[in-house]
């Protein structure tokens, strides 16, 4: 995280995210470090559908964990807050997934000099505590790759 946070402070970028199966960590992650608040303007956890219908704009109807998805989510995300790079997430994290073949599936978009950077993550059946904290770490890894 410490890298990130350099690199943050030293290209002066900002950054926003939009979480629904991290439940905010990676908002959490983000703020950690003292002087975060130069890059970090702010999140929005849309953990339950309708929160991701009704302030992102994502049609009811769509697939919530999906690739369409998170795309939606960044660019409803970019309407409510102005950053540099904005971050969505998305995903089944179990155990009781309605269909079981996606549990552990998690789409995450990453949203950077108008490039959008998805990936598609499949977890598995792992407790909830370390798939978000996997997730977490795989999209702070991507953001310095990135970045």
Request: glycine share 6%; proline share 2%; net charge neutral.
């Amino acid at each position: 995280m410490e890298n990130l946070h350099d690199l943050m402070i030293n290209k002066k970028l900002t950054i926003s995210t939009v979480e629904s199966c991290t439940g905010g960590l990676l908002g959490s992650y983000l703020t950690n470090i003292p002087n975060s608040s130069k890059y970090y303007r702010g999140g929005i956890i849309a953990y339950n559908s309708s929160v991701k219908s009704q302030l992102l704009n994502i049609p009811e109807d769509m697939e919530f964990v999906s690739e369409k998805c998170v795309e939606l989510m960044n660019i409803g995300l970019k309407k409510l807050i102005k950053s540099d790079i904005h971050v969505s997430i998305s995903g089944y994290l179990g155990p009781n997934v309605y269909k079981s073949s996606l549990q552990g599936v998690v789409f995450y978009s990453i949203s950077y000099l108008n490039i959008d950077h998805i990936v598609n993550l499949k977890i598995g059946n792992i407790d909830r505590v370390l798939s978000k904290e996997f997730i977490v770490s795989n999209i702070i890894n991507k953001l310095c790759e990135i970045i």
